[in-house]
């Protein structure tokens, strides 16, 4: 844990500095695991700041502090999922808009080297995303969980109060659908490489 | 990790590659530096949302006592108000009975006591 338990019980008994203290511990990887399940930049913050207030509205109702952490990866989820839900009734083209804020990030970039680093980051993040389409919102915040923030099988399991069994069953059948899709993407690749 | 390895890589080994991918995401989303404004912004909602709460607390007591105060004036009303309804309630016996005692001139009975012991009306 990033912070003492004790300081977790001050904010939970109405302590604002205490509370203070907590979002400063904990808003860098809050607003991290943030960026990589909704993929926007721009909307991290925004997102992040919900997730913060949802935890000042309900950190009394935390049984103990052991339970912080998977506590607050629950809001960050829940928040995620409520900001792709409303992103999803809008109608917006995420990826269209991820591409723009893209463009616009690079041209703030002053150095060719940099603009380049973040056409690449950018690339790399859209092209992930097309993977992930490939399972749903509830799979993919889950593959992104254990694959890219490290999380284990016991913290998932806290996080989503399911048994292990079963999240090992979703996990993997989440894998083999963007697997499959890796696999169709190499083939289009290669069937365009061999008709140039 | 160079980025084009990553779109042309010739090894069709896919569970090592897609391992590959996710630690490549990984670093194409690092950690954004929070702004300035971070912190004061998420205070104002907190603010903003304890008044919410505030005002709705204020107005909830105020609709629960109001509520209170009218339940004990409808008590006192029901207590106060159990006088004999202004209709006619008696049954047909009892209105005879009661007519009966009345001392009317046309209902008074006379009990004669006759020689034998017996009573005639």
Known sequence: MLVDAKLIERARGGDDAAFNELVLAYRRRVLGAIARLIGRREDVEDVGQQVFLRLYLSLEQLRTPDVFEPWLYRLTVNAAYDYLRKQRRRGELRMADLSESAVQMADAAAGGVQRREESDRTRTREYVQSLLASVSEADRALLILKEVEGLSLKELEQIYHVNENALKVRLFRARQRVLKALASQRADAGKAGGRE | ?????????????????????????????????????????????????????????????????????????????????????????????????ASASDSSPYTEISLYELPGGDTYQ
């Open chain 2, 1 to 97: 990790m160079a980025e084009n390895d990553l779109f042309n890589h010739p090894q069709p080994d896919l569970e090592s590659e897609l391992d590959r991918i996710f630690a490549a995401y990984r670093e194409a989303c690092p950690a954004p530096e929070p702004s300035p404004n971070f912190m004061p912004l998420l205070w104002e909602k907190i603010e903003a949302r304890r008044s919410v709460s505030y005002s709705f607390g204020r107005l909830t007591r105020a609709f629960i006592t109001a509520a209170a105060a009218i339940c004990l004036l409808l008590v006192v009303l029901q207590s106060t108000s159990r006088t004999q309804p202004a209709f006619y309630t008696q049954t047909y016996i009892e209105a005879l009975a």
